[in-house]
């Protein structure tokens, strides 16, 4: 089961995410995933929204791997090095995470990231079984 509380009140209008989510079943936890492609090397070197697509593929494949899709994930943590990134990030984003049950979200501006040339790392805490009838 999982319930989005999408904005509670109270809180401000949230920007491509949930406020909360609350949720039963197996949690899967992806490691921060970021901009290398299968062969380790590095996609878009200067170019956030190819990085952001690359982060993405990566988290889709990790999850598959745990029998989890992006409808299952209830929590992003997305680290950036330059938050002018951020409208590249949130439109390759919406393209992944369903608009109108987004995951929660942190979004961390970080000094840097462990290669120069990553801009964008991102983690994911899913929930697979108990919900949608799985």
């Known amino acids: 089961m999982i319930e989005h509380y999408p904005r509670p009140a109270g809180l401000p209008a949230p920007n491509g995410y949930s406020h909360v989510v609350a949720f039963a079943g197996r949690c899967v936890a992806v490691s921060g995933q970021v901009p290398l492609d299968a062969d380790g090397n590095v996609v878009g070197p200067g170019d956030p929204e190819a990085q952001a697509e690359q982060v993405f593929r990566n988290l889709g494949t990790a999850l598959a791997a745990a029998g989890a899709t992006f409808a299952d994930v209830v929590k992003l943590t997305v680290f950036l090095t330059d938050l002018a990134d951020l409208p590249a990030f949130r439109a390759v984003r ?5 608009a109108t049950a ?33």
């Open 94 to 98: 919406d393209r992944y995470v369903n």
């Open 102 to 134: 987004p995951p929660a979200s942190s979004l961390v501006r970080v000094v840097g990231l462990v290669h120069p040339a990553f801009r964008v790392e991102i983690d994911a805490l899913a929930v697979v079984g108990d919900h949608d009838g799985r």
